[in-house]
């Protein structure tokens, strides 16, 4: 298990946005900040995702209510504390979290939402918020995105932020994010959150239609547990200050922004993968010849939750018979004499039999980023999927006791 | 991690049932046996329960079709090699080895069995079948049952076999059983085999019914981890050599024999799960107060498969946020603010709020039995599930390289 690589931050401004991020003491570590604030200088259109796990924190339910009238002003996040499964006095906590901001602002109530990331259970430390957000408004800064991507953090090895442009209805627009997430879910000190904000001058329909596609290929393609947070939220901000014609949910303009979203969305959700809870391998599952999408994605992702397909990964082992095995209880209609699986691109199944190169697959895998295809043969649908090894770190970093 | 502590093998006979082993060379290591056989001296009724994986080892599909006719002889199983993802050779072999018993006992094409267990992806070996059968039918013993299970296992830390006696219609009668397993599925060289035999009359029917019933509160009430096994195989032999009246698939004498099937048979899956690979603990998950027992099942089955719990029950940890995430992903309906959750009896959430007594909690999680019960208080439906921690040594077992 060699170190992990930490990619290098990515510093972005977007045109309107400032960032901002204090330390109020939530951290029990000294020196981590651990509140962020994201505003856009003038009222922007909202959409958001939420976690559809039915045991939703306080901030999440407060969004989900919060983000319908479709406009807002940004999002203030509080890290090392969940505020999860902590009842009407975590939803009303959620509530003063974000009347601290809107009242420093001068902003109306409910201008602000809220997200919360950390131990799940324990009531959220309020009084440290409210001190903590004079000086949050304060940093506030159009170069604060990169302070704000460490302050979010919680097992995360490194802040991850993504950032592209490109020319839409002849304005250039940009799309800058920030996301933090190591495992899929850890009550402990983990969740995915992501957060992007965008000059794009854009109808809330075409935003919402957008950020879902953006992250059913990129957030939702990505697994490095086989569990979902109670916290997990990606939000979108976008405040028209680009001066680019209105973007509506249907044609070149709005597959021209859906795209420049998606691709800063996959490289969260790649960042995330890479900084997977004890993972030492990068792992992308393509399988294509599929009946349908729904069905590639319903095999790719069986395989990507295999205790024994992550296992043999971290092993460095070519162990088709678990992929195969993998496919078989995936519920996906497979023949099993049409099925092939390469290893980083050596043939280890032809036909559902094996093809006697499994020392050659041994030798190709012997990297830190695998590809497993799977080709059914069974139609034209393709899906990919990433994952992460299942290693003695990752059981060393969720078993430690917490206290 | 203490070693695993073997349960002793119990010896047992059932009225006209012989079985037998010996070593033919399958397994790599000198001395450990690999064939075994299971023989009724007169044809009894069968009844059989198969992986639902779509991808099935070639004596799967052969038993499938056999045990149509209600009726056969015992079975032969090979250990080393699971002949699964073998093709249309693998199919052959499977009806060869079954050959070779039948043509050496002058029995009937068909009459014979077949299971295996081992690596995926290899030939059987079939030479070394032919080469041993001789040898396995001269040993056939009415006290060859103890050396039947030391020779169906592969990674399995024990052999396991169970036996209970009951009064039906004013006869004694025995069902004994001897299983494999240690993971849900290995495809390396493990699997989960069952096999019973019985002196009861009984119909092919009711045999069937009393085995599905059996089977799912106690092989489909465990997990390893989350895979299935292309070779998971249960049979169950009834030769009606007790003289008790038939048994009918309903009233009393079915309901006494269908107890005492269940009984062996979770006694058999105890001990699979005792022995689940790298497993420190044996962990009971209670489900109660759901709407119905699908979903109780479903949201303890949910819990027994997290990665989270299963790492926070190795590291001794009450961490009980886990378990509800869990169970709000689970698809079940809950409702968090009346959710009860306990640890070894030790309430740790009462109306979905922390209890405040984890360290309570913690202490008397240090044992090598652990009770989860959660009561969702939503209804009057329960189910228990039994599963594994996830440890270091899991990891270890799983990632090896097999060569």
Redesign the interface.
């Known amino acids: 298990m060699s170190p992990k690589k930490k990619p290098s931050l990515r510093a972005f401004s977007v045109p309107g946005f400032r960032a901002s991020s204090v330390r109020c003491g939530i951290k029990k570590a000294a020196r981590k900040k651990d509140l962020a604030l994201i505003l856009s200088d003038v009222p922007a259109r909202v959409a958001g995702v939420f976690t559809?796990?039915?045991?939703?924190a306080a901030p999440v339910l407060l969004d989900k209510e919060r983000v319908l009238k479709g406009r807002s002003r940004g999002v203030v996040v509080t890290a090392g504390n969940a505020n999860?499964?902590?009842?009407g006095k975590g939803y009303r906590d959620a509530e003063a979290t974000a009347a601290f901001v809107e009242e420093a602002l001068g902003l109306a109530r409910g201008e602000i939402l809220v997200c919360s990331t950390g131990?799940?259970?324990?009531p959220l430390p309020v009084d440290k918020v409210r001190f903590g957000v004079p000086a949050l408004v304060e940093a506030l800064d159009y170069g604060g995105f990169k302070g704000a991507a460490e302050a979010i953090t919680t097992t995360d090895a490194f802040p991850k932020s993504a950032v592209a442009r490109a020319k839409i209805g002849g304005k250039t627009v940009t799309i800058g994010g920030i996301a933090k997430g190591a495992?899929m879910?850890?009550?402990?000190m983990a969740t995915m959150l992501a957060f992007f904000v965008t000059d794009a001058n854009i109808t809330t329909a075409a935003l919402k239609k957008a950020l879902r596609q953006a992250c059913d290929l990129s957030f939702n393609s990505i697994m490095v547990?086989?569990?979902?947070?109670?916290n997990d939220t990606v939000l979108v901000f976008a405040n028209a200050l680009s001066g680019c014609k209105e973007i509506k949910p249907r044609g070149a303009a709005f597959d021209a922004f859906s795209e420049l979203l998606g691709r800063v969305a996959l490289e969260l959700a790649h960042l995330i993968v890479r900084d997977g809870e004890g993972a030492t391998r990068f792992v992308e599952i393509v399988v294509s010849g599929a009946r349908s999408e729904k069905e590639a994605r319903r095999a790719a992702r069986t395989i990507a939750?295999?205790?024994?397909v992550k296992?043999?990964l971290?092993?460095?082992?070519p162990?088709?018979?678990?992929i195969?095995?993998?496919?078989?209880?995936s519920g996906?209609?497979?023949k099993?004499?049409s099925v092939d699986v390469s290893l980083n691109g050596v043939p280890v199944?032809a036909e559902?039999?094996?093809t006697g190169a499994?020392?050659q697959a041994?030798r190709a895998m012997d990297k830190k980023e695998v590809t497993i295809a799977v080709d059914l043969n069974m139609g034209g649908a393709s899906y990919r999927f990433w994952t992460t090894d299942?290693?003695?770190a990752?059981?060393?970093i969720?078993?430690?006791?917490?206290?």
């Open positions: 559809r796990n039915r045991v939703k999860a499964c902590t009842g131990v799940i259970g324990v495992g879910v850890c009550p402990d547990d086989n569990d979902t947070s109670t939750g295999s205790f024994l296992t043999a971290f092993g460095g082992d162990n088709w018979g678990r195969l095995a993998a496919l078989g209880r996906v209609r497979i099993e004499s199944v559902g039999l094996d499994e020392k041994a299942l290693t003695y990752y059981v060393r969720n078993s430690m006791y917490r206290t």
